[in-house]
């Protein structure tokens, strides 16, 4: 186990060009704090708690022996990696984005315990964001512009203060899974919202906070509130309102998936959804029915 002396100063490595080294199993650098600064890529191992980088050339690649937090270093309070082949950053631990991350090309970040995006940061690409964690604890926004994927078996949305959404919880969950993966998004009490679970993403149990009082998990951007084109699906513990005039509260997307199985839908309010000849709690389209 490395040993700091603590409140060492951060490390602050900056070269026009880039900063690289054989791969092996020992880190390259090992400090409390880090700031990378290059003008071309990054190829290392590093023992650190505290990183921020701002890279160009033409990738990113840095493997942490330990927890990683993304953080402000010298200066540096968010975190740009402008390499055109993307950037790939791991942790072996709980991998924390406490400050802006974003990469120009694809950004791929995996943590063996945890991904955890802190309130009101934003993780973006400008091509394909990807987690590869077990867990992920989602208070803040991720944008993938070309989209969004991940393995998580565990999502949990810890508020809607900070911009993280549901949609992104499901792209960061498992695709693909099986019945028995147990694949759970847990969505704290707040507002959120319009979400659809796409085909990729069958058996999935989504659980917001209750539909009472004081604990309540509300959808109520769009129409319809909820969309659900995977098998397996659970929805379960929420509050469907027409505050954007709702006249739909769960759409089963036969025309997506036909003929849907194993839809369940538990503990969800549509009282507060709107009222009318055209209002539906639930509705299908075509080759829908089995639920």
Known sequence: MRS???RSPPWILETGGSLSAST????HITVESLALRTGAGIGIATAVD?????????????????DLTITAVDGLTASTNGS??????????????AADTSSTASGSYLATTSIDVANGVTVS?????????????????LIGTNGISGSATTVNVLSD???????DAIYVARAGALAGDNVTIDIAAGTYASFVVPFSHPNPTIIGAGNDAGSITTIETGSPAITIAANGTTIQDMLLTSGAGIDIGILLDGATTPFLT??????????????G??????????AAAST
């Open 262 to 275: 194993g839809i369940n839908i538990v503990n969800v309010d549509f009282t507060a959804s709107a009222s």
């Open 24 to 27: 092996g199993s020992s880190p």
């Open 277 to 286: 000849s055209s209002a539906r709690a639930i509705s299908a389209t075509a």
């Open 4 to 6: 700091i002396p603590p």
């Open 161 to 167: 203060t900070g911009g993280a959404e549901v949609q």
């Open 50 to 66: 505290n990183l921020a980088s701002n890279t160009g050339g033409t990738f990113v690649v840095l493997n942490n022996q330990g």
């Open 84 to 97: 055109s082949l993307g950037s790939g950053i791991s942790a072996l631990g709980v991998l924390t984005f």
């Open 125 to 141: 690409s400008g091509i394909l964001l990807a987690f590869e964690a077990p867990t992920v604890n989602l208070d803040g926004d």
